[in-house]
């Protein structure tokens, strides 16, 4: 940006089930960015959209967003943002919109020939009726992060059949379960800062391994086949640029070893606004390439950009 960023105010909170996440968060880049310098100003978001925009007088020269989900990561709060032509971080109206929606990011991944798992749409009333792909499968709503909502249905699961009648989303990504481990790529502007391994404590990286302390253990860089790294490095890129990202951005992937390495990576999503908590994965990865927290949420301030 060419004009000088004194004042920052950092959007953080927001309504959905991942707004604990996005206070702590936020509270980390805040905490950041005033030791860096920064005129900061946070902004606890809720559903009141005049109450942000009054707390958005006088204009910032920049906006953090670090909202997590629904109206926050979608590009609802991106859209607002424009309209008060105000720099914001991470990706825009349009790459965050298709990032959120399941479906569309799918359709624009198989487009750019990226690997994905064999899946389809189901509705509420074909997940209740029974399985509409061969188990083990996942089932995802379609707008959810942080695996909120996410079941896995193995082959000998008897409980499903009961819980997919209370099943409370009304569309669902139904995706073939890909076995093995869980790789996930973060992207910084037009490059790959590295690939880690997650290992959960439980057999599934849900919303508590992925914020509890303990809840599982980043083996940064991935120990895989130096092929498949380089596989997966690329594949993160690929799909930040497919979506029109900008900013910093952080693929999930499976990496399937089962039958030995170098293994099949497959593409699960991308997250436009990757978690900046203390046990979240793009500051480790990019600790690991040299780049301490305050340099990266500086970083992320000094390339806000606005679309208009």
């Given at each position: 940006m060419s004009r000088t960023i004194r004042s920052v105010a950092v959007l953080m909170?927001?309504?959905t089930a991942e707004r604990e996440v996005s206070l702590v968060s936020g509270r980390e880049c805040a905490k950041a960015l005033a030791a860096l310098g920064y005129d900061v100003r946070s902004i606890d978001v809720t559903r009141d959209l005049a109450a942000m925009v009054r707390a958005l007088t006088?204009?910032?020269?920049?906006?953090?967003?670090?909202?997590?989900g629904r109206g926050g990561e979608d590009g609802t709060v991106q859209g607002v943002l424009?309209?008060?032509?105000?720099?914001?971080?991470h990706s825009g109206v349009l790459a965050s919109a298709v990032a959120m929606d399941k479906p569309t990011a799918r359709s624009v991944f198989a487009a750019a020939g990226l690997p994905l798992a064999e899946g389809r749409i189901a509705t509420r009333d074909e997940i209740a009726a029974g399985d509409v792909l061969p188990r083990p499968y996942v089932v995802k709503p379609v707008n959810e992060g942080s695996s909120v909502g996410v079941r896995i249905v193995q082959r000998t699961d008897n409980s499903w059949a009961a819980e997919a009648k209370e099943w409370r989303y009304e569309r669902a990504l139904v995706e073939r379960y890909v076995p093995g481990r869980e790789i996930t790529v973060a992207v910084m502007g037009d490059r790959a800062l590295g690939a880690l391994e997650i290992r959960?404590?439980?057999?599934?990286?849900d919303y508590d391994a992925k914020y509890a302390p303990g809840g599982s253990e980043h083996l940064m860089p991935a120990p895989i086949h130096r092929r498949a790294y380089d596989e997966a490095l690329a594949i993160g890129v690929a799909a930040h640029r497919a979506l029109g990202c900008r900013g910093v951005s952080r693929a999930d992937l499976r990496y399937d070893d089962t039958a030995g390495e170098p293994g099949k990576l497959v593409l699960l999503e991308v997250n436009t606004q990757p978690g900046m908590t203390p046990t979240s994965l793009v500051p480790d990865i990019a600790r690991h390439a040299g780049i301490e927290f305050p340099a990266l949420v500086r970083w992320m301030v000094e390339n806000a950009a606005c679309d208009f």
């Open positions: 909170g927001g309504w006088p204009a910032p020269d920049v906006v953090f967003n670090a909202l997590h424009e309209f008060l032509r105000v720099p914001y971080t959960p404590a439980k057999d599934f990286y």
